[in-house]
């Protein structure tokens, strides 16, 4: 019986051994991305952009600045070129997270903000609040607010983003006051 499971756990052994190779890797943050390539900035700090072109998007998916990925490549014939095999985003961008609607329901009326994938934003409850859109500025949220009887009147709303995860969201005004603490809704 001794010598059944000591062969068992040996061919176990071989086999993984035989497996296929592992394939060098890079991890890091996206800071570019087209259609044929994805540049990371590695912990190290090197800048190494992969080749996604004629990759499987179903082991290579499209990614977003500000993504924390892990990519698996193999490099080509050239010497110089390196070709994703497969890649994970590891930590989602918080462009990635952002788009949806937020609302809080803590306070006598509901408040809330619809930011799309657009970049376009809308506030629910929130007065005459005329959102017209948002971005990021590094871990700050930027509201754009357009007032409708003098479009030439643009107001920026500056938060820094406190927290972020795919349930919630809170935010900081850059110019003092409370923390805005918002739910994702379904």
């Known amino acids: 019986m001794k010598k059944a499971l000591f062969a068992l756990a040996a061919a176990a052994v071989l086999l993984a051994a035989c497996g296929r190779p592992s394939l060098p890797n890079v991890e890091g943050r996206v800071v570019d991305a087209t259609i044929h390539s994805v540049t990371v900035l590695t912990a190290?700090?090197?800048?190494?952009?992969?080749?996604?072109?004629a990759t499987d998007p179903m082991l290579v998916p499209g990614v977003l600045p500000g993504d924390e990925v892990?990519?698996?490549?193999?490099?080509?014939?050239?010497?110089?070129?390196?070709?994703?095999?497969?890649?994970?985003?590891?930590?989602?961008?918080?462009?990635?997270l952002l788009p949806g609607i937020w609302r809080d329901c803590t306070g006598e009326k509901e408040v809330g903000l619809v930011l799309a994938e657009d970049g376009s934003a809308r506030a629910v409850g929130l007065g005459e609040l005329p959102l017209q859109d948002w971005s990021l500025d590094e871990e700050n949220l930027v509201l754009t607010a357009v007032e409708q009887e003098n479009p030439k009147q643009v107001r920026t709303l500056?938060?820094?983003?406190?927290?972020?995860?795919?349930?919630?969201?809170?935010?900081?005004?850059?110019?003092?006051g409370p923390a805005l603490a918002f739910s994702r809704a379904e």
């Open 158 to 176: 500056l938060f820094a983003i406190q927290k972020l995860d795919v349930d919630s969201l809170v935010v900081l005004p850059a110019g003092g």
């Open 44 to 53: 190290a700090g090197d800048s190494v952009t992969v080749s996604t072109l």
């Open 70 to 96: 892990r990519i698996l490549y193999r490099t080509l014939p050239d010497g110089e070129t390196l070709h994703a095999v497969q890649l994970e985003i590891t930590v989602p961008s918080a462009y990635r």
